[in-house]
């Protein structure tokens, strides 16, 4: 009976040991070949990736990035230090290229990297379940040096990680810091020792510094790690060093309080302090463990989210990865069965679950609210990506371990032709060499300015355009860009402050708030401050954020804006631009820039973003050009103003039904049917026989008829202009002008006279007198408006 228990504790303990693996000594030649095919590969990666690489900024957080690169400035949180410091060292450095393209290399090294990684550790996890399995050098070749050069390269090469690695943003080198750790782990499962250990817990904590999403990698690795490595790393002297090597790859986290006084215009935050510091780190302002600091926490979209992720992952694999990965995984729960004390299965699969649950439980964008939610989404796809190609590649070994022999050789060609596929079917639709749509936006917001502007910006992909112009080219830096979205942090007025001691900025109070509190200001208490010195004039670029935040006014009661491009000045009410000084902002040449096409770029990207704005603007400034044109064609008897204004909003219709036209409501398209129908009205006036105007009438029929289809007004079926539409669509060969001669006179006159007492100069001691009656209103009203803050603050 003893030697029955014997033999039986024998076996387990057989088992359950383990034994050091040294591969590289086992296939020392078939490492000589992977590492050759290795350099090759980053070689093909970097070249396709700098071929179609943007050579100037492109949309998101890139051109803020980027301008804290260039000047050694503190990004949005959690700061990334590691990106912001590696990314000056390449536009000081490199010597090619735009600031935007060195960074952007600097990306793409990061993701052929991280690509190179994702071929290594899929040919070790090969290679080590053939040692485990008693497999020849001849099948371990076969099944794992081409499926790893598949992974890789289909992993490097897919949409989703490609359009990141041609422009300068923090994923690619998060993507690199993921690889590695995966790398790292398959190496320690063979060696367990110490020395690896500390070694991946240097790389955590440098990942750490670049994006906080790797702790979701790391927090199942170390977990795994102590546990079938507790011989060798749970000890005081191992949990030391382990806890040393984390802290030292931290270190970068140093450059956001050396820097924190320092911070030039545009940097966030204030961490010259440890609650500042803290704040910043942990991203407070956003909402910790958050992606944005809206509202809109979406609890359960963790099964949508995780099909659209299983739905993207077809895509980019070119839909053999969903079978091939299912394979992968059945077999590697096999191996794992037949090995489980040395197979990496668990931890790999377990890593690669745990980012897709918490990650999609956490995730708070509305995804299904606008598709550009889930561009930006996406993005964090990246990285539980590297473990899927590294399972779709593991799903070719019992294939390819069960061919025969002289079926191996066609195994290269196959690969290859894959490879080819996944590059040909992207290519075209990936090449950003010649995308400098964002870089023209920025352009054009800043080019007609007037010098020493005042620039109040609105929106991620309006103001860091132009940040970047004047943070790396040194574009318009006369020019003050006031973010007013920062502006609402308190360290806006006490880190920047000072550096716009030019522009002579006082802020009126701690923090800027739509909506008065205490300790904040409005913008009609800024703009009553800072916006009455012509040599400071203050323009705004997008909406107001009181407007964004759903107030009427917009927060802004005393003050309108004039649209003079892709800006507007910003006017007391009241107060206006004369029709002379309005034309010569609106004779510009190339005003606007071009539109990205609408084939090119889909509702999930920055460049249909920007086409949106680039058509409301637009449509904007034709609004004002046709209320012009009215009144010069009344005023002058020249029919000339009309049709001009006409082309000018046909032309900008027809954009904009191209880009949205298949919604069923949208205000700005119901606004150009609505104006094309005013003008129809005035342009009647100077058509001479009964054919004409009955043409005329029919005209402005179907123009408002458009305009009550598409407007999006809740009473607009009891318009006027509904009203029209039913009567001339009743009467289709009515011949009478819609509004008569005599009453288009009196309008005129009227509106002429409004003008002129809006656009006279004021004299200095109206002006005087003016200010002291408000003086006396606001003194009147400062007891109310104090009693509403003590609500609010209550």
């Known amino acids: 009976m003893s030697g029955k228990k014997s033999n039986f504790i024998s076996k387990r303990n057989v088992v359950a040991s383990w034994v050091p693996t040294n591969l590289e000594e086992e296939f020392a030649d078939e490492f000589k070949h992977v590492y050759f095919i290795a350099v090759l590969l980053f070689s093909v990666i970097l070249s396709v990736y700098v071929a179609t690489m943007h050579r100037s900024v492109s949309g998101g957080d890139n051109g803020e990035l980027l301008g804290c690169a260039c000047e050694l400035g503190i ?12 990314g000056h060292f390449f536009v000081r450095f490199f010597p090619f290229g735009t600031p935007a393209f060195r960074v952007a290399f600097m ?42 050069l598949l992974a890789g390269g289909l992993y490097s090469l897919c949409p989703l990680v490609w359009m990141y690695s041609v422009q300068a943003e923090v994923f690619a080198m998060n993507n690199f810091f993921a690889a590695l750790l995966i790398y790292l782990i ?89 609650d500042g510091f803290m704040t910043h780190f942990l991203r407070k302002e956003y909402g910790t463990f958050q992606l944005y600091s809206g509202n809109d926490m979406q609890q359960k979209q963790v099964l949508v989210a995780t099909l659209r992720y299983f739905k993207q992952f077809l895509l980019d694999g070119l839909y053999i990865g969903a079978p091939l990965m299912l394979l992968g995984l059945v077999d590697s729960v096999q191996a794992r069965m037949r090995n489980p004390h040395r197979s990496p299965v668990t931890v790999i699969v377990g890593a690669w679950i745990t ?66 596929a996944q590059v040909g079917i992207n290519y075209k639709s990936m090449d950003q060499s010649k995308n400098l749509h964002v870089r023209d936006l920025g352009r054009k917001h800043l080019e007609f300015l007037p010098p020493n502007t005042i620039l109040i910006s609105q929106g991620d992909l309006v103001t860091n355009s132009m940040r970047y112009l004047q943070r790396c080219e040194k574009y318009r830096t006369d020019v003050l860009l006031l973010d007013e979205t920062m502006m609402t942090y308190k360290w806006m007025r006490n880190n920047q402050g000072p550096r716009m001691k030019k522009w002579k900025i006082k802020f009126p109070n701690e923090l800027h708030s739509p909506n008065p509190m205490a300790n904040t200001y409005t913008m009609e208490e800024f703009l009553a401050v800072n916006g009455r010195n012509p040599k400071f004039p203050v323009f705004k670029a997008g909406a107001w954020l009181g407007g964004v935040m759903g107030r009427q006014d917009s927060g802004v009661p005393s003050w309108h804006t004039v649209p003079v ?230």
């Open 107 to 148: 990306s793409g090294t990061c993701d052929a990297l991280a690509g190179v990684l994702v071929m290594l550790s899929v040919h070790r996890w090969f290679l080590l379940e053939s040692t485990l399995e008693k497999k020849s050098v001849a099948q371990a070749w076969v099944g794992s040096v081409w499926p790893s």
């Open 186 to 274: 398959l190496r320690f499962n063979e060696k367990r020792s110490l020395k690896l250990a500390c070694l991946g817990s240097f790389s955590i904590g440098l990942g750490l510094t670049n994006q906080h999403t790797l702790v979701l990698f790391a927090l199942p690795v170390v977990v795994w790690s102590l546990f079938v490595g507790r011989n060798v790393l749970i000890n005081v002297r191992a949990i030391s060093l382990l806890s040393f090597c984390g802290l030292v790859g931290l270190t970068p986290y140093v450059f956001l309080f050396t820097h924190a006084k320092y911070a030039p215009l545009g940097s966030w935050g204030d961490t010259s302090t440890f």
């Open 355 to 420: 980012y897709l649950l918490v990650f999609h439980s956490l995730s708070n964008l509305p995804i299904d609210k606008l598709p550009l939610f889930l561009g930006i989404h996406m993005r964090f796809w990246m990285q539980p990506h590297i473990i899927s190609f590294m399972i779709l590649g593991k799903g070719l070994k019992p294939f390819l371990e069960r061919i025969s022999c002289w079926k191996a050789q066609f195994v290269i060609p196959a690969v290859l032709l894959i490879l080819f």
């Open 75 to 86: 990004a949005h949180p959690p700061g990334y230090p590691t990106f912001t410091v590696l």
């Open 565 to 794: 491009g892709l800006v507007s000045a910003v006017m007391r009410k009241g107060r206006d631009m004369s029709n002379e000084e309005w034309l010569e902002w609106f004779n510009k040449i190339d005003l606007f820039p071009q539109e990205p096409d609408f084939f090119a770029f889909d509702d999930r990207t920055w460049e249909w973003l920007m086409r949106r704005i680039i058509l409301e603007w637009r449509a904007k400034v034709g609004f004002r050009f046709s209320n012009l044109a009215v009144e010069k064609a009344n005023a002058l008897g020249e029919r000339a103003w009309l049709d001009r204004a006409e082309t000018y909003i046909a032309d900008v219709l027809r954009l904009e039904e191209i880009a949205h036209g298949h919604e069923p409501k949208t205000y700005i398209l119901a606004d150009l049917y609505n104006a094309l129908g005013m003008l129809q009205v005035h342009i009647q006036h100077f058509l001479t026989s009964r054919e004409e105007i009955i043409e005329s009438n029919r005209k402005i029929a179907k123009f408002f008829a458009l305009y009550v289809e598409k407007s999006p007004k809740p009473d607009i079926s009891s318009s006027q202009e509904a009203s029209l539409v039913t009567f001339l669509q009743q009467n289709p060969s009515y011949d009478q002008m819609i509004i008569p001669k005599e009453n288009l006179d009196a309008q005129t006159a009227e509106l002429a006279k409004e003008k002129a007492k809006a656009t006279e100069p004021v004299s200095e001691s109206a002006r005087s007198s003016k200010q002291s009656k408000s003086s006396k209103k606001g003194k009147k009203a400062k007891d109310p408006n104090k009693k509403k803050r003590k609500n609010a603050e209550l």
